[in-house]
């Protein structure tokens, strides 16, 4: 199985401010033939179930705001939420589809300072 | 905007068959993509179960493989989960959700809200 590892834990960010979420894949995520990231990015607020933001590593979902852009290649990939708003308050979760079983990171919890 | 909704008993006793329905609607499974279930148990991460195509091809967790089966009722327009054997860890939420793209190595586009299962006796 492919291990999904994100860090921070947990992040504090200003209002306004920059949030960085990093996810390390323990194998390349990356298919040459096509030339494709198999990698998402999901928001999950409290009580609800996650909501997909991003996937092939930077496509933004349809409504997803532009203040939430995906980066990376191969195994490094980046979630970055350019100005923080109360509404991102949540915990983020980056998953991997190269290969079967299809993995998730242990998630990354983001707040308000 | 394609709608699931899980249902099924809320508790269920050590050893005995987790069973819950997705009902999916404003879209007819029958004309493809796949659907899958996932996991999380209170406070903890992600866990893929299985997923299964709409002509009825399955595929599970490494995991769990021994333990599961999901299946699709086209006329219903809905899938299942059954879990059998279930312990104490497999008290969780479970979420049905689609897969983009439709093929196998997919993200999941579409969610349901989750059902919470807990194992107990």
């Known amino acids: 199985d492919i291990v999904m590892t994100q860090s921070p834990d947990s992040l504090t960010v200003p209002l306004g401010e920059r949030a960085t979420i990093n996810c390390k894949s323990s194998q390349s995520v990356f298919f040459s033939s096509n030339n494709k990231n198999y990698l998402a990015w999901y928001q999950q607020k409290p009580g609800q179930s996650p909501k997909l933001l991003i996937y092939?590593?930077?496509t933004r979902e349809s409504g997803v705001p532009d203040r939430f852009s995906g980066s990376g290649s191969g195994t490094d990939f980046t979630l970055t939420i350019s100005s923080l708003q109360a509404e991102d308050v949540a915990v983020y979760y980056c998953q991997q589809y190269y290969s079967s079983p299809p993995t998730f990171g242990g998630g990354t919890t983001v707040e308000i300072e | 905007q394609v709608q699931l909704q899980e249902s099924g008993p809320g508790l269920v006793k050590p050893s005995e068959t987790l069973s819950l329905t997705c009902a999916v609607s404003?879209?007819?499974?029958?004309?493809?993509?796949?659907w899958g279930w996932i996991r999380q148990p209170p406070g903890k991460g992600l866990e893929w179960i299985g997923s299964i195509y709409h002509s009825g091809t399955t595929y599970y967790s490494p995991s769990l493989k021994s333990r599961v089966a999901i299946s699709v009722d086209t006329s219903q327009n809905q899938l299942s989960l059954n879990l059998y054997s279930v312990t104490a860890a497999d008290s969780a939420v479970y979420f049905c959700?689609?897969?983009?793209?439709?093929?196998?190595?997919?993200?999941?586009?579409?969610w349901g809200q989750g059902a919470l299962v807990t194992v107990s006796s």
């Open positions: 404003d879209y007819s499974i029958s004309s493809g993509y796949y």
């Open positions: 959700a689609r897969l983009g793209g439709d093929i196998l190595t997919s993200y999941f586009d579409y």
């Open positions: 092939w590593a930077f």
